[in-house]
């Protein structure tokens, strides 16, 4: 276990941003006060509170002129659980993105939507717009549950997929914040009709539970303090792990019974991905599997480990914040033995789950019940109009013409979705004939499984560029692998700009993670299905070095992968060791020693088994047996 306590502190004080909660009179100071002002940023302690109504204070350094105030301006986070974007939601946020932002949209990791370059000026009438069509920014960032994630895929024939939705909506309402800070500050108390809460929540959430809830306070879950760093729930179905399940404070994994009726929930905890370079003591962290709850007492389950963290997670060092780091100190069965005291009953044994296998839904299908949904791959998440690229223009023509609600996918793609088949071939000519295409074959294979972070010029962390860059760094590496004789190869590459991890790249089979200008930290060994983490290779590679580094390891990739095996197992499989004895006594690759491209053929798993077992008899390769063999069958000179 990596130890991650902090040493005892006698008298440890909380951090300064737990005074600043503490004070904020349930987030609505110093933010109400400075937002009156006439400047064009907030405070360091509004900008804190600023956060929980889901907004970032930033400055474009592309913009930055020495002696001169820096260029204010505020990213939008949308609350969207589940990714639901309805369609007049959509087409108020193309609207506030022209007139107040910078003409881009940005669908992020967990499923919402960002605006970026917005104006202190303007932030108050664009949450007012986002509200009154029916979506929300509140706890979109900030120490309180994050966005709810759940697979985006609109199965209407599938039940499980809808089971996913509902509870991914409700425990997205259930712990949503109670203050009505939000819609004083930015609606001037009006509060925007967007559908009634389901009654159960509401009971749910004032049911005290052993302890879960703080009795006649304005947030009866989460306190005058929230919690001590952001939470992140997920909810999915068994097998689908579109929404990197391991990566999450809480999962609940959706098990149905032979009628396809919810039965109850598999839990996950204890995942994380948030680290800093060289402070050995912060990790990423893959969650654990906890137990099994009955549908009946989902809610309670996870008031029981919102609480636990509540009370229990690091107040004092934010870099220990984190579930992970609870869990990590306290281990599972302590953790467990916690949560049931505040469920109040002993968790139910782990129920057996299928393989997970990694989805991205593009592409036309079918719903199950007659109508169709469309699947959009979108270059880092990145809604724009740009030369022929015009997505902006075709998705708001499609919302206009034809009401269409939209699913934001975790690989920040988009999904359309309730198509009358009718309607398809016109939705289709739209999309082409503004140069997006819907054909997932058509898609980089390369480009269609990487993520990258927005990073520079607005993110504040940002220690080098990401999203500006990765599309050369994956054409440097496609132009490598088919160097090497890797033609069509392809594995999951993530980049983020610092290490806080919000493109995911340690779940990555190839992840680049910021370390210095121009410079990243190299992780490998993730699997394809993002069920293993990866581990750091080298700490800080200059990007112009990348083709010199990444050759040796292509090719070694290529000289002793074993059959269908993937980049990323394979480097967890030989270790790292041999690929850096690897690497150190490689040659690079001439006319003269370069070796044969190689054709590859996939034969039935029984035939493999039996081949292998032959070949080791024989003391011969399998492809030359093969090879000896196709030459007898077809009675070739060779």
């Not at 809460?197 to 879960?212: C, W």
């Not at 910021?514 to 700490?539: D, H, K, M, T």
Request: hydrophobic share 35%; aromatic share 10%; charged share 25%.
């Amino acid at each position: 276990m990596v130890k991650s306590a902090p040493p005892e502190i006698a008298n440890r004080k909380p951090s300064k941003i737990e005074g600043i909660k503490e004070n904020s009179n349930f987030l609505r100071e110093p933010v109400a006060t400075e937002l009156l002002e006439d400047t064009n940023r907030f405070s360091e302690k509004a900008i804190q509170i600023l956060k929980f109504h889901g907004s970032y204070q930033q400055d474009n350094r592309d913009n930055r002129v020495k002696g001169q105030e820096k260029d204010y301006q505020f990213m939008l986070r949308t609350r969207s659980p589940g990714g639901f974007i309805p369609p007049q939601l959509y087409l108020t946020l193309d609207k506030l993105s022209n007139e107040y932002g910078n003409n881009t949209m940005r669908v992020t990791t967990r499923q919402g939507f960002q605006l970026h370059g917005i104006l202190k000026k303007n932030l108050k009438a664009t949450i007012a717009a986002i509200v009154k069509s029916m979506g929300s920014t509140l706890g979109a960032c900030g120490d309180l549950n994050r966005n709810v994630m759940a697979p985006p895929a609109p199965f209407k024939n599938q039940p499980e997929y809808r089971y996913a939705w509902e509870y991914a909506n409700n425990i997205a309402d259930l712990l949503t914040p109670q203050t009505g800070a939000y819609y004083e500050i930015w609606l001037d108390g009006e509060k925007a009709i967007s559908g009634e809460e389901d009654p159960q929540i509401k009971a749910v959430r004032e049911r005290n539970g052993n302890g879960t809830i703080f009795h006649d306070s304005p947030e009866p879950i989460y306190g005058t303090h929230y919690m001590p760093r952001k939470f992140k729930i997920c909810v999915t179905v068994p097998g689908d792990n579109s929404v990197d399940l391991y990566t999450q404070d809480l999962t609940l994994v959706v098990i149905t019974n032979d009628k396809d009726e919810l039965e109850g929930f598999d839990i996950f905890a204890g995942g994380g991905l948030g680290r800093t370079h060289n402070k050995e003591e912060t990790f990423a962290r893959a969650a654990d599997p906890i137990g099994y709850v009955a549908k009946e007492d989902v809610y309670d389950l996870v008031k029981a480990v919102v609480a636990t963290q509540r009370d229990y997670g690091d107040r004092v060092n934010r870099r220990h914040a984190r579930l992970k780091y609870l869990i990590n100190d306290w281990g599972v069965e302590k953790f467990q033995s916690m949560v049931e005291k505040y469920f109040g009953k002993p968790l139910e044994a782990f129920k057996p789950l299928p393989e997970w296998k990694y989805k991205d839904f593009l592409g036309w299908n079918e719903q199950g019940d007659g109508k169709l949904f469309v699947g959009i791959s979108i270059d880092n998440g990145r809604v724009k109009d740009e030369g022929s690229f015009q997505l902006k223009t075709a998705a708001r023509e499609i919302v206009e013409q034809f009401n269409l609600p939209i699913r934001l996918t975790p690989n920040h793609n988009l999904i359309f979705y309730d198509i009358e088949p009718e309607n398809q071939v016109a939705i289709e000519k739209i999309l082409k004939d503004n140069g997006v295409n819907t054909n997932p074959e058509k898609v980089n294979s390369l480009v269609r499984y990487a993520m990258a972070c927005p990073a520079l010029p607005t993110c504040g962390l940002a220690i080098t560029e990401s999203e500006r860059v990765i599309p050369s760094i994956l054409q440097r590496i496609e132009k490598l692998l088919n160097k090497v004789g890797l033609k069509n190869e392809h594995f999951v590459i993530r980049m983020t700009g610092c290490p806080n991890g919000c493109a995911r790249p340690y779940m990555a089979e190839l992840g680049f993670v910021g370390s210095a200008p121009e410079a990243y930290q190299i992780w490998l060994g993730g699997s394809p299905n993002q069920s293993r983490l990866a581990e750091p290779y080298v700490n800080k590679l200059p990007i112009d070095e990348l083709e010199s580094f990444l050759e040796p390891i292509f090719v070694y990739f290529r000289n002793s992968r074993e059959q269908e095996e993937s980049f990323g197992d394979f480097c967890a499989r030989v270790g790292f060791d041999e690929i850096r004895k690897f690497s150190e006594n490689y040659k690079p690759e001439t006319s003269n020693n370069k070796r044969k491209p190689s054709h590859r053929i996939t034969v039935r798993n029984e035939i493999y088994t039996h081949l292998k077992e032959i070949a080791n008899s024989q003391g011969k390769s399998m492809t030359d047996l093969v090879n000896e063999a196709v030459v007898e069958y077809l009675n070739i000179k060779c």
